[in-house]
């Protein structure tokens, strides 16, 4: 049998969707399934402005920018995240200060943030890995208690909450990916920018309009466009959004099975003493399914070849950015990064899909447990 880690969502809508958007003509932004999906998004995790982005990495490079980040000023975030996390601050000249994570669900430890901050520090960025959440009430009192900004990362969390709210929706802004690899595609690439502040959402949709006021030209707030303020060309095309739309009129469906999958790897891990995802996390909240790992007792690469020969694609994840190139010259650490260290060599994410059959599930549950056992 072999097992890719990872086949994009579909619900069988896409192509129908897609087509439509070639026959109205308007294949540009903003046009009829962009709005669809803004208006589903601003319902759905009841934020003031969402706005479709061409990637998670472009919606957190305009929060770098409506910031206002300047070089010099530092940024907190764990080490254990993908580069554009990290990215997205250092385009603005920011050094990044990087804090080790908790071990129980690889999201940054909050009882080391204070530590870290200094008076040069600016915002917080909190990752929720795999969709599971970080302790956000603690993360919005060190923020609130020292002026900080907190913007959440929430590329793998859309299904998910924190005490029920949804993840993205806490912080002044959240960020999701909609990238082939994540629970709900928007057919290969695409973002969505939550702001939650209100006082950004008017420069917010302004910079990602090529810094015009052409969308509320488009809703007929305004006679004729212009020039307005800096910006860029944040919008994904009407394909990609048909694409998403595709995906949203059938959450649930593509939620639950994916959910399954997961569900069924929990109670095969739980019987046995290797360490896992499931149900790992102390903190309140539910999670979407997005990642199911395993901590190998040696260095994963130890492993990874073997699931390889039985055909399984199973994968590592973050190689940790303090001690990258880049890290060394861009960010500093804060404190020791133990956990980080030893948890992104010895974790193995297990392939996960929503199309993803109990026959496949079941293979790769016996294949890990003779590996790891
Ligand atoms: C934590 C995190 N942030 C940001 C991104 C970037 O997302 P995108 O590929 O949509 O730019 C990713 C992508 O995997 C991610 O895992």
């Keep these: 049998m072999k097992i890719k880690f990872c086949v994009a969502s579909q619900t069988g809508d896409e192509l129908r969707y897609i087509s439509k958007a070639i026959e109205s003509g308007q294949l ?16 759905f995790l009841g934020a003031p402005k969402c706005l479709l982005t061409p990637s998670c990495t472009h919606a957190l490079e305009m929060t770098a920018i409506l910031l206002d980040i300047q070089p010099g000023d530092e940024i907190i975030m764990p080490s254990y995240t993908f580069v554009s996390t990290a ?14 994570i908790r071990p129980d669900n690889m999201n940054i430890d909050e009882t080391k943030i204070e530590a870290a901050v200094t008076h040069k520090t600016k915002a917080i960025v909190p990752v929720h890995y795999a969709g599971v959440a970080c302790d956000m009430d603690a993360i919005m009192d060190i923020a609130k208690r020292n002026n900080l900004f907190v913007v959440e990362d929430a590329a793998q969390g859309l299904m998910s909450y924190y005490k029920g709210k949804p993840l993205g929706t806490i912080g002044h ?9 994540k629970n709900f595609t928007s057919g290969g690439e ?35 466009y212009t020039w307005r303020d800096i910006g860029s060309s944040m919008l994904p095309s009407e394909v990609q959004a048909a694409y998403l739309w595709a995906q949203l009129c059938n959450i649930d469906k593509l939620h639950n099975a994916r959910m399954n999958i997961w569900n069924e790897y929990k109670s095969a891990f739980s019987h046995t003493n290797i360490q896992h995802s499931g149900g790992l996390s102390k903190i309140e909240g539910s999670h979407n399914g997005h990642i199911f790992y395993l901590i190998g007792e040696k ?75």
């Design 190 to 224: 695409g973002g969505l920018l939550i702001v939650n502040d209100d006082n950004y959402s008017h420069r917010a949709e302004i910079f990602r309009e090529k810094g015009t006021d052409r969308a509320a030209f488009f809703r007929g707030d305004v006679d004729k």
């Design 299 to 373: 260095n994963n690469r130890t492993y990874l070849p073997k699931f390889r020969e039985l055909g399984i694609q199973a994968t590592s994840h973050y190689e940790p950015l303090h001690s990258s190139q880049m890290g060394y010259k861009h960010g500093q650490t804060s404190a020791n990064m133990t956990n980080t260290d030893y948890l992104s060599s010895h974790l193995i994410r297990l392939p996960i899909f929503a199309s993803m059959t109990s026959q496949q599930a079941q293979y790769v549950i016996s294949a890990a447990k003779d590996i790891l056992t």
């Design 87 to 100: 990215n997205a601050f250092v385009l603005r000249g920011a050094k990044i200060v990087f804090v080790d």
């Design 173 to 181: 802004f959240g960020t999701i990916s909609f990238h082939t690899t």
């Design 28 to 43: 540009a932004g903003d046009g009829f399934f962009t709005k669809s999906c803004t208006k589903w998004f601003e319902n």
